[in-house]
């Protein structure tokens, strides 16, 4: 279930954009001011309203870390404000002098990209506030844009329809038509899916004016290089969909639409799981909190309602056709939906005839599956293993509250040095070089020869991990 739990009111026009940090919402407008408000009790800080811009403020990010906030408006200019008194760090004007319709920060927050309506878009060296690489799109105004996870490519969005590729060296890698009407907002999920190949993909999806939601997947081979290919299109908004947002977890997309209605979807089945109807003009903004399942989404009513979600949704989404949250609760029927969800829809009839439920499904050894369940192929035995042990990690870190993503998928640690292999995955620095040491050229995750042996350092999760247990081990 999502209920909404609170609406602010306090913007006196309409609502461009809103953002989350750990610990606080960002929220901008055509009435020229940013807002900010604790995610503790959604009270506005005292240094609130910000006010620098001199005509609409189109859109706001935060840094990571959360300590930085970005702006950009009408008057040409994207503004860095410090979050804990409301300073202006500094004021990056566009070389252009066009308004600035977007900003994104990099995921390591080394630098920030603007784009602007007359095409131009910009990156700035988030340190030094300088100007570091120009570029342009050869059609119409920039207006939605979004880093890869691992911050080595970022997507622009412009009015024409384009979606365009860039590097992180402003090298224009790709560009074709996604909508005909123009596009309006794009997001990259955080977290990384496979295809079963020596490939792993990112899931990236944008809307438009044509009232469609388009999902692509983003991969990077050393063979190809990067590609953008297009996966499947969304359905049902009824008018022009201004924003979109992945869940933290990746398991959610939400969508606000000028039919005045949000749309949550599951993205593993691109079904809809709830749709709210609360505002009563265009929405168009919404954004996902990255720890703690809430939504927000701002409207053209001048409000910004705040959603919470059932626990239940971390786990399966809550559709009604698929198993409840608590795993031990399943029951034979849960465990067939939940097999065949893996791909393993051959062995619903087997774990049938021996009732097997959710106890017994997390009770389930290499032993069990070849001798009780005789299942003979070693293969299919290490699969429906390493299934059921992303099963028992959702139950543990559930209970202790650690976010999945925190865990490594080799130790069942709390990460502390995180890195990214060249599967996508992430994991502990030490377990992975170990791993790589023993000759193991193989994904821990998908059991697929590595790429390459080169560990990149999660700095973005090293970060939300510290900030996590900065919250929780007060």
């Known amino acids: 279930m999502v209920k909404l739990i609170h609406t602010l009111a306090d913007h006196d026009d309409d609502v461009n954009c809103c953002a989350f940090s750990s610990a606080l919402l960002a929220t901008c407008s055509l009435d020229k001011t940013i807002r900010l408000y604790s995610l503790s009790d959604f009270s506005e800080l005292p240094h609130s309203p910000l006010k620098f811009h001199t ?102 969005g412009s009015s024409c329809g384009d979606l365009t590729l860039w590097d992180d060296k402003m090298r224009c890698l790709h560009s074709e038509k996604a909508h005909d009407l123009g596009i309006t907002c794009c997001d990259f999920s955080s977290q990384p899916i496979s295809d079963g190949e020596q490939t792993h993909f990112f899931r990236l999806a944008s809307c438009g004016q044509d009232c469609q939601i388009k999902m692509w997947v983003v991969s990077f081979t050393h063979v190809s290089g990067f590609e953008l290919k297009y996966k499947s299109t969304l359905s049902g908004h009824s008018a022009p969909v201004l924003a979109c947002a992945f869940s933290h977890n990746g398991q959610m997309l939400v969508s606000g639409s000028v039919d005045k209605s949000v749309i949550v979807y599951d993205t593993n089945t691109e079904n809809i799981l709830y749709t709210l109807t609360q505002h009563t003009r265009y929405v168009t903004t919404c954004a996902f909190a990255p720890n703690i399942l809430l939504l927000a989404t701002g409207s053209m009513d001048k409000t910004v309602n705040i959603w919470q979600f059932d626990p239940e949704a971390l786990c399966q989404g809550s559709t009604e056709d698929q198993p409840k949250q608590f795993i031990e609760d399943w029951s034979e029927d849960d465990v067939s939906a939940w097999l065949c969800a893996q791909g393993l829809e051959d062995l619903t009839g087997l774990f049938k005839m021996n009732n097997i439920d959710g106890r017994e499904l997390l009770n389930l050894t290499k032993e069990s599956l070849a001798d009780d369940l005789k299942i003979e192929s070693l293969g299919l035995r290490s699969k429906v293993l390493r299934k059921i042990e992303e099963l028992r990690t959702k139950v543990k870190t559930l209970s202790s509250g650690v976010p999945d993503e ?18 996508g995955y992430s994991y502990e620095k030490e377990a992975m070089e170990n791993w790589i040491s023993k000759k193991k050229r193989t994904s821990p995750m998908t059991n697929l020869v590595l790429p390459s042996v080169v560990l990149i350092p999660n700095r973005t999760l090293k970060m939300a991990i510290n900030r996590w247990l900065e919250t929780h081990q007060k």
Not at 117 to 133: E, F, I, P
Not at 406 to 423: G, H, N, Q, W, Y
């Open 55 to 156: 005509y609409a403020v189109h859109c706001c990010c935060f840094s990571p870390s959360g300590h930085i906030l970005a702006s950009c408006s009408t008057d040409g200019t994207t503004v860095l404000w410090n979050t804990e008194n409301g300073q202006t760090l500094a004021v990056m004007e566009q070389p252009s002098g066009s308004p600035v319709r977007v900003c994104q920060f990099s995921p390591d927050s080394t630098c920030l990209v603007s784009g602007a309506a007359d095409g131009t878009v910009v990156m700035w060296n988030a340190q030094s506030y300088k100007l570091y690489r120009c570029g342009s799109v050869k059609d119409g105004s920039l207006v939605a844009c979004a880093f890869s996870p691992t911050g080595t490519l970022f997507v622009t």
């Open 406 to 423: 925190f865990i490594c998928p080799i130790t069942r640690e709390l990460m502390k040095e995180p890195v990214i292999a060249s599967d």
